[in-house]
């Protein structure tokens, strides 16, 4: 089984600096980071490779030349290989455009099995990508997976957690599956991976080797939507209130606050 | 410091430290207070395959050395001593396999050891032979193609939790050191029990126990070495572990170190932080220079053994004699520094300090490390 996961090079919330003359995110190697609930899609990948033996994990991101360090993270957990979109023609590309790239290139890298990704970026948050690359490719997508159970060759289930309740789809492959990020949590890495990533280069694709690619829909001016401007959020100090006897309504409270967050 | 250790052992050191800082950190102070054998760790160490850096390629280990095997000890105990010595005791227990077994017992244990299927643990000390290792009373008595071994072990680390043991006996009384050997005992034998499990001051999460052989029939394939060699088998493998016992008061000065420094900057008294007063900073220094000589003292030791060297007892003693002292005055200036809070159980360094005194007292106390050293430069001068 071939298995492809798309993984984002996206900025440490924590250290994220902006661009306002480009109304861009600035891209310091130092302070990107593989997006959480990509990982979460990889470590999945990881599970059906723990049991069926000839799988084959490839893990595609698009990015400028920085994000390389940042990929080899992804072979220290045992991915086979990595590769890395990366072309300056690229840069400002909204969701719809990123979709068209990234589906683009998946043509290009062969035909997968089972291509995952994670349900949202951390900087975007669209949550459209993973089905606008499905679209492209014409293949079935399931949004928003907690679980992914190999049932046989060419067929899965998905588990989608809604608040209590868990929606159970059976697709047949090729298909495409967005996880929910914190699904699952990516694995440690292991020594023997660590060595192999010493020495590893991702395969960097440009445009110019994707087939029949419309160089009109990608970059800042083939994208649909455009970053207006940042607004920095402030939050206001959390007040608390302390109550020395806990009352009926104060646990009715509670057990809502408990429900809600679960 | 710029130590210039290898891309690889830089990895194994990373690795070693997400584990320590991620995993080890969240139940230090659970597992000392409630002495709980770490077996999740190992098991992420064996997952992640650090436990099998010592272990030679051809067993499938990951080929590495002394140094390989301090570098784990180090992360791990600047965090928690009592994981670190639960890892570092198989080490100890795997050495004189991997310096003398048979290529039978080296393909039999070392690699489901370096793959984390096996703990490991090493048997010499009795109630009455500490330091004074040739007066064990253990026996092994031959009987056709068995040893019976009758006596017992005393604060053997991960008693009770290993599955193999390397255990020291008399087989021949009136040979002294000459009459000593070293057997491979699985925990499953009859006639093996495990005792009283000591309820100790620090590293409380390793587990330390007294071993009983009551007529433990062990098969002569089980000798490890030469009959009368064991006493040579536990110096040679001492030699090539009291660095991990240096590596683990480096990793315990280390993280009280980083504690103190960390509450001297927040601490505020007399309108300013506890870091700006020059009695506090001479403390601070003073930490960080030792911290540092018994660093280099430790990578310089380990480099001379993983290179081959043929003698390198009176090393091997400084650097641990060296690193626990300064574990032993770093932690103590961490408490002092932290005060009260120092003092409680809140924070980690009163754990720490407490952890540091092991360290000047197992694998040879260092009265007798020092012994040694000056029994070797008095040879050399």
Same mark, same amino acid.
């Given at each position: 089984?071939?298995?492809?996961? $798309? ?32 990982? +979460? ?19 595609? =991101?698009?990015?400028?030349?920085? $994000?390389? +360090? ?18 300056? #023609? ?36 669209? =949550? ?26 060419? #067929?899965?289930?998905?588990? #989608? ?16 599956? =967005?996880?929910?990020?914190? +699904? +699952?949590?990516? #694995? ?34 083939? =994208? ?15 007040? $608390? ?22 | ?41 190992? @098991? ?41 010595? !639960?890892? &570092? ?16 017992? /080296?393909?039999?244990?070392?690699? /489901? ?55 020291? %006996? ?35 999460? !390793? ?26 088998? &536990? ?11 240096? %590596? ?44 540092? &000589? ?15 060297? /043929?003698?390198? !007892?009176?090393? !091997?003693? %400084? ?26 159980? @809140? ?35």
């Amino acid at each position: 089984m071939k298995i492809l996961v $798309c993984i984002k090079q996206v900025v440490n919330p924590e250290k994220v600096e902006y661009n306002p003359e480009t109304r861009t995110i600035k891209r310091n190697a130092q302070h990107l980071m593989n997006n959480p609930a990509d990982l +979460s899609a990889l470590e999945f990948a990881l599970r059906i490779k723990d049991v069926y033996k000839d799988v084959h994990i490839t893990t595609l =991101s698009m990015g400028p030349s920085e $994000c390389e +360090s940042k990929i080899k993270e992804l072979i220290e957990v045992g991915c086979d290989s990595c590769v890395l979109l990366s072309d300056k #023609r690229l840069a400002g590309s909204d969701a719809y455009s990123t979709a068209y790239a990234l589906a683009k290139a998946i043509e290009k890298l062969g035909n997968f099995d089972l291509i995952l990704c994670g349900e949202s970026s951390l900087d975007g948050e669209t =949550s459209i990508v993973p089905p606008q690359i499905a679209e492209y490719l014409n293949i079935p997508h399931i949004a928003f997976a907690s679980n992914i159970k190999v049932l046989e060759l060419q #067929r899965i289930e998905v588990e #989608r957690k809604v608040k209590n309740t868990v929606f159970k789809f059976e697709v047949n492959l090729p298909a495409l599956i =967005s996880v929910k990020k914190e +699904s +699952s949590y990516l #694995r440690l890495p292991k020594l023997s991976f660590m060595i192999k990533a010493l020495s590893y280069t991702p395969q960097v694709l440009s445009l110019d080797d994707l087939e029949n690619f419309d160089f009109s829909k990608v970059g800042a001016e083939g =994208s649909k939507t455009s970053v207006d401007r940042f607004v920095e959020q402030c939050f206001e100090d959390v007040k $608390c209130e302390i109550y020395e006897e806990i009352e009926d309504a104060q646990i009715e409270c509670i057990a809502d606050l408990v429900t809600r967050f679960l | 410091m710029e130590y210039f250790l290898s891309e690889e052992q830089k990895i194994i050191k990373k690795l070693a430290k997400r584990i320590s800082d991620e995993y080890v950190s969240k139940v230090a102070i659970k597992y000392d207070k409630e002495g709980i054998f770490p077996r999740d760790i190992l @098991d992420l160490l064996a997952y992640t395959e650090l436990t099998g850096v010592y272990i030679p390629k051809e067993y499938g280990g990951f080929g590495g050395g002394v140094m390989e095997m301090c570098l784990v000890v180090e992360e791990l105990s600047r965090n928690c001593a009592g994981v670190a010595v !639960s890892y &570092a005791a198989t080490a100890l227990g795997a050495y004189p396999i991997i310096l003398y077994g048979k290529e039978e017992q /080296k393909k039999k244990y070392l690699p /489901k050891i370096a793959k984390g299927e096996l703990i490991a643990a090493f048997a010499l000390t009795e109630a009455d032979a500490g330091s004074d290792v040739s007066s064990i009373k253990t026996t092994a008595e031959k009987k056709g193609d068995y040893y019976i071994l009758n006596g017992s072990k005393h604060w053997i680390t991960n008693g009770g939790e290993a599955d193999v043991y390397v255990v020291f %006996a008399v087989t021949d009384k009136s040979k002294g050191p000459r009459g000593i050997s070293a057997f491979i005992v699985e925990k499953e034998y009859e006639g093996f029990y495990c005792g009283k499990k000591e309820d100790k001051m620090g590293i409380r999460a !390793s587990s330390t126990t007294e071993l009983i052989f009551e007529d433990c029939k062990v098969h002569k394939e089980n000798l490890l070495g030469r009959e009368g060699t064991g006493f040579i088998v &536990a110096m040679k493998t001492f030699d090539r572990t009291r660095p991990g016992v240096a %590596a683990m008061a480096v990793g315990i000065a280390q993280g009280a170190y980083e504690h103190a420094i960390r509450y001297a900057k927040e601490r505020v008294q007399f309108g300013q932080p506890l870091s700006s007063f020059q009695a506090i900073q001479h403390m601070l220094a003073d930490m960080y220079i030792n911290i540092e &000589a018994a660093r280099a003292m430790l990578y310089s030791t380990c480099r001379m053994i993983d290179s081959g060297a /043929k003698d390198f !007892s009176k090393e !091997s003693s %400084a650097c641990k004699v060296f690193a626990s002292d300064v574990a032993m005055k770093v932690t103590t200036d961490a408490v002092q520094i932290m005060g009260g809070n120092g003092y409680v159980k @809140d924070y980690p360094v009163e754990k720490m300090m407490r952890d540091a005194k092991v360290t000047q007292i197992f694998e040879g106390a260092n009265q007798i490390q020092r012994n040694i050293i000056a029994s070797e430069i008095i040879k050399e001068y």
